[in-house]
């Protein structure tokens, strides 16, 4: 009996140590192979304190400024646009702006004045129209970004995401009607939703199981592609949950 009482002892311990470092209740929980709520409850019993949301959130927040600084400088560097860091990386766009402002002098942080119209909507169609060659099929707004990420045109200018695309023609579907490209109906069955908010929150916890984690949105985008159409896609998720980081709370990532 004594042992059994040593060995949840140090069990206990052991799960509020991962706790107190920054892991969340969930995380804790996959690790020790009980719910997150089993977790809760077991920590306030042995009488150890559980974050409110607010430091929830203040330490989660601080654990992705440690894990993506320096990824942040790096793609900052190159894009020079807060907007385009977040995206590109898929977190939260406070997060990279108060990292830039803590790494970046002001003049640094300045974009060059060349950027605002960098793309004429000539070289915006044939971005799409040369996309939709490698990849075949309807061009998806996340298949693009995926083919854009790390291309670069011969006069040294990065290839811009889908969002450019949208912002410039009205919508992801405007643009490509002007490449003369093919658009998914709107929806495969008519007057339905293929996934529900439910579909979206299992995918995320599968992805986060898999993971051990929970997911960004770009690891998560990977996963969705690999199911073959069997998950729903990152535009999905946001569409359904919203911004990256609600859609993972509302499934307890």
């Known amino acids: 009996m004594a042992t059994s009482t040593?060995?949840?002892?140090?069990?206990?311990?052991?799960?509020?140590?991962?706790?107190?470092?920054?892991?969340?209740?969930?995380?804790?929980g996959r690790a020790f192979g009980v719910s997150r709520e089993r977790v809760r409850q077991i920590f306030r019993d042995n009488g150890l304190l559980v974050r409110g949301l607010r430091d929830a959130y203040a330490v989660k927040r601080a654990r992705q400024a440690r894990e993506y600084e320096a990824r942040i400088r790096e793609r900052f560097r190159?894009?020079?646009?807060?907007?385009?860091?977040?995206?590109?990386?898929?977190?939260?766009?406070?997060?990279?702006a108060s990292i830039i402002q803590e790494s970046f002098s002001e003049s640094e942080r300045r974009r060059p004045r060349s950027v605002r119209n960098r793309y004429t909507n000539a070289e915006l169609i044939e971005f799409l129209r040369e996309a939709s060659v490698e990849l075949g099929g309807v061009l998806s707004a996340q298949g693009y970004t995926d083919y854009a990420r790390g291309k670069m045109t011969r006069d040294g200018r990065r290839w811009p995401t889908h969002q450019t695309h949208a912002k410039r023609f009205g919508s992801w579907r405007a643009a490509?009607?002007?490449?003369?490209?093919?658009?998914n109906p709107p929806s495969p069955i008519a007057g339905q939703t293929i996934f529900h908010d439910g579909h979206c929150i299992d995918a995320l916890r599968a992805a986060a199981r898999k993971l051990g984690r929970a997911p960004t949105a770009e690891e998560y985008g990977t996963f969705a592609r690999a199911s073959g159409g069997a998950l729903p896609s990152q535009a999905t998720i946001r569409n359904r949950l919203g911004r990256w980081n609600d859609a993972l709370a509302r499934a307890g990532l």
Not at 6 to 28: D, H, I, N, P
Not at 78 to 96: C, M
């Open 78 to 96: 190159r894009l020079r646009d807060v907007d385009a860091v977040a995206s590109d990386l898929g977190v939260p766009r406070t997060l990279v």
């Open 6 to 28: 040593r060995s949840r002892a140090e069990r206990t311990a052991a799960a509020y140590a991962m706790y107190e470092s920054g892991a969340t209740l969930e995380e804790v």
């Open 176 to 183: 490509l009607k002007a490449a003369g490209l093919a658009a």
